[in-house]
């Protein structure tokens, strides 16, 4: 499919010139200025992308609206416990992604021991439990042998709410498509450039598109046909602009599922390893200048790694940061100390002061406390304190909106 530049036209007597050649208007830039698209065509990509910039401008006008309410009363309460539990099953990954750090990894290659995930989930669900996701600092869940195991074990655990996990999709047929959608995991975020070999070797730097693609596909046709049971989005890091990409015909088959669509706008620097050198002229570095408040990350819920240490964040800044956001091992404390310890409230401080490691200082992930003045903020805020007095609760309903961030 063909996707063509918009017309435009001053006056509205031109519109039956443009009906006549089966175009219609697609919105109105400005009084008077209309632009138009064959009446064949749904600009898909100017979709997307508008629709992530309204999210974007309905939290920060929901943020603005939250300041008449006390952030430090959410605060405390996404203090007194980990709101959701992130476990890193292995940081071994099966690509080689241009934006990703992954390929300046330190940290020794780990799976994670069945003692380390079995410590982590027993406390967790022993202060209330609630989410757990399963994406790795850097790595791929679907390497991990035991991954539909370890689901599964979590989803027969009433205390566990919500499982997610972001995957390059190239090992999902290793388990079975079927069995994954219904292991009880609730979101599959598929990272992929696209739906272009050329591209997808240029981006992820791996041979196995087709395999990738064939999973994806199946993905999306057996979940259509067991009811969707699984929220699924197509998160695109592509080096082509969003039409182009949109318009690969190997896209169009799971296209015709309506997965959820999103994409990454900007890319982190990785505290320096991601150069401007390294990444495609179209990749945009993520810039932040300043960082006066806590990072949003130290609230939500700690890292636990393969060999027990337990992060206060899981962004990829963390990826070989351990000594600068280490709050302790999940072997040797229990997870609710850990949270509430001396190291994770020193860390959060950090941010205002003149304090601030070395990691988090130079980290363009780097998110302040906006969400937490939003109502879905409070909401959560809200969800962990009813789960510090003894409630078991779970989400309203299946996230559905894509979280792919950047």
Not at 117 to 129: C, E, N, R
Not at 324 to 334: E, K, P, Q, T, V
Request: proline share 5%; with cysteine.
């Amino acid at each position: 499919m063909k996707l063509y530049a918009c017309a435009m036209t001053r006056d509205r007597t031109d519109t039956a010139q443009m009906d006549k050649a089966h175009i219609r208007p697609y919105c109105v830039v400005r009084p008077n200025h209309y632009c138009y698209y064959p009446r064949n065509i749904m600009p898909e990509f100017n979709r997307l992308f508008l629709e992530k910039v309204v999210r974007v401008l309905w939290r920060k006008a929901d943020a603005c609206a939250g300041r008449l309410y006390p952030l430090s009363d959410t605060l405390a309460s996404m203090a007194a416990r980990p709101f959701e539990l992130h476990l890193e099953l292995t940081n071994l990954c099966n690509a080689d992604c241009v934006f990703c750090p992954y390929q300046f990894q330190e940290r020794e290659v780990q799976f994670m021991p069945d003692e380390v995930f079995q410590k982590a989930v027993s406390d967790y669900v022993a202060i209330g439990g609630g989410s757990v996701g399963l994406t790795p600092i850097v790595g791929d869940a679907l390497i991990d042998p035991k991954f539909l195991e370890r689901v599964r074990y979590l989803r027969s655990l009433p205390q566990v709410d919500r499982i997610w996990l972001t995957t390059n999709c190239i090992l999902l047929d290793k388990f079975g498509v079927e069995a994954v959608l219904q292991s009880g995991i609730n979101a599959l975020n598929i990272s992929t450039a696209g739906f272009d070999a050329e591209m997808y070797r240029r981006v992820y730097r791996n041979a196995s598109y087709q395999r990738m693609r064939r999973n994806v596909t199946e993905l999306v046709e057996r979940n259509s046909a067991l009811g969707s049971p699984v929220a699924i989005t197509i998160a695109l890091r592509p080096d082509r602009p969003l039409d182009a990409v949109m318009a690969d015909p190997d896209f169009q088959p799971i296209l015709a599922h309506k997965p959820q669509l999103d994409f990454t706008w900007s890319f982190t620097s990785a505290n320096g390893r991601i150069t401007r050198e390294i990444l495609p002229s179209s990749m945009k570095l993520r810039v932040v200048n300043s960082r006066p408040e806590a990072c949003v990350n130290t609230y939500n819920g700690p890292m636990v790694l393969p060999d027990g240490t337990v992060m206060g964040c899981s962004c990829v800044a963390a990826m070989d940061a351990t000594k600068d956001l280490g709050i302790g091992n999940i072997m040797r404390s229990h997870l609710a100390e850990i949270w509430a310890g001396e190291a994770v409230r020193k860390l959060r401080s950090s941010f205002a002061a003149s304090s601030l490691n070395s990691t988090c200082a130079g980290c363009d992930m780097y998110r302040d406390l906006e969400f937490y003045r939003t109502r879905a903020g409070r909401r959560r805020a809200k969800l962990n304190q009813a789960r510090v007095e003894g409630k078991v609760l779970k989400t309203a309903s299946a996230r559905r909106s894509p979280f792919a961030g950047g």
